[in-house]
């Protein structure tokens, strides 16, 4: 589980416990987390929670993840203050006249490198027209030496490494560049440098990707998303305006590696005639409720198994909680960590994914669908639990998107009791899915640069943001729509 460090010691220990209980799958005093979070917000010496972790936190809505998070920015505005800062950071002035030529847009990020954010934007980089858009990359991690940071390089106008800067000499750097809108890739991630976009580096600030969630200032002006996973009625829950694509927020390429042939089951420990249902959520996804509805599958479904992305610190708790529901522990199959090349080819051997809620796949269900697979989920009420819901909307596969945890489980269990139906059903996904604007990436990217136009053309004009839908432009909207 990824966060940024807490505030406060006593705060630290607290929230440390609740971190390992969620990456271990320790649930014996799960239910009274939500509570607690609640009390510490109506406190004004409450520990004060770092946003990322409230987002994978059954019972708390969008509101209070809002709350939290602009908490957790004013906690830290305060400390800065401490240390001789102003408390308020650089404000942004008035439109001033810029050289004719593309937008310049720089995008922020620890994770060039072999990261599921790359991996999904690499391709929308590349389509980016430089007629239209010169990019620019401000890089706080370290290359890992797997490849994705020099295709990255090649992508971008110019890639600078701000790892060693203090966040104002980062800042100082993206406004000497001229960098029209910054785009954080991170928000309240692990590693982010969200104190430097309160320094305002750029005219028009925008998260994206990332984080998905608000950060809860107004130093933040635009959140990119989708009409499905931010509908117009939840834009109080955000202090961004929404910037909403066409069909899905997330951008995924058509080619992202090398397609290398799916191996057979037995070399990955599935047995060859078992009903195969998956997840490759990571374990901090997990919540006791979600397990309950996968051990009710098993027990409903004979023969089958479900495989979990391995994690040697939840493998034995996730095999106990399995047997205190009735399933044996060898029907849960763990599957190791693998090169993208590698995993993308075993997803196909997937029956049916499984998602998780509130925090749902993002990446992991992109890359199902790219693989061929389809998947049931339970989309909730905020960002991070509307996710997978509208990343299968796009790929053209609305009628497995449920709303309670009861009609996933039922059409979990009909789709693997039935199995014409989900060979009809993936039968038609397959001949569907390359066409669908889920991958259709020159389409995304268009869209993306024209939104870029939209935002730059209000600031131009002293207007402060306001909500962008380009599905409502012609030139963006969906086919019949």
Known sequence: MHTQSPVGVSASRQILHYVRARAWCEWEDFDL???????????????????????????????????????????????????GGSGVLAVEGPAVPRPEGPLKIGYLSGDFHQHATALLMVEMLEAHSAAQVELYAYSHGKNDGKGMRERLVAAFHRFRDIGGLTDLEAADVIRADGVDILVDLKGYTEGSRTMLLAHRSAPVQVSFLGYPGTSGQAF??????????????????????LACMPHSYQPHGRVVVPTLAPPGRAALGLPEDAFVFACFNQAWKFTPHVFDVWCGLLNDVPGSVLWLLDDPKARGNLRNEAMARGVLPDRLVFAPGLPQAEHLARLPLIDLMLDTWPYNAHTTASDALW????????????????VAGGLLQAAGLPEVVTTTPEAYAALARRLALDPAGLGELRGRFERNRHAAALFNVVAYTRALEAMYGRMWARHLTGLSPEAIDMGDDPAHRAPGG
């Open 220 to 241: 933040v002006d635009y959140l990119i998303s989708d009409r499905f996973v931010t509908p117009a009625d939840a834009a109080g829950d955000y202090s961004e305006a």
């Open 371 to 386: 693989a061929g697979v389809p998947m049931v989920t339970c989309a909730g009420e905020t960002f991070a639990s509307r």
């Open 33 to 83: 987390w939500p509570d607690r979070v609640r009390a510490e917000l109506e406190r004004d010496d409450g520990a004060v929670w770092p946003p990322f972790l409230l987002l994978a936190m059954p019972g708390i809505d969008a509101a209070t993840q809002r709350a939290c998070a602009t908490r957790w920015l004013k906690a830290r505005l305060a400390a800065f203050d401490a240390q």
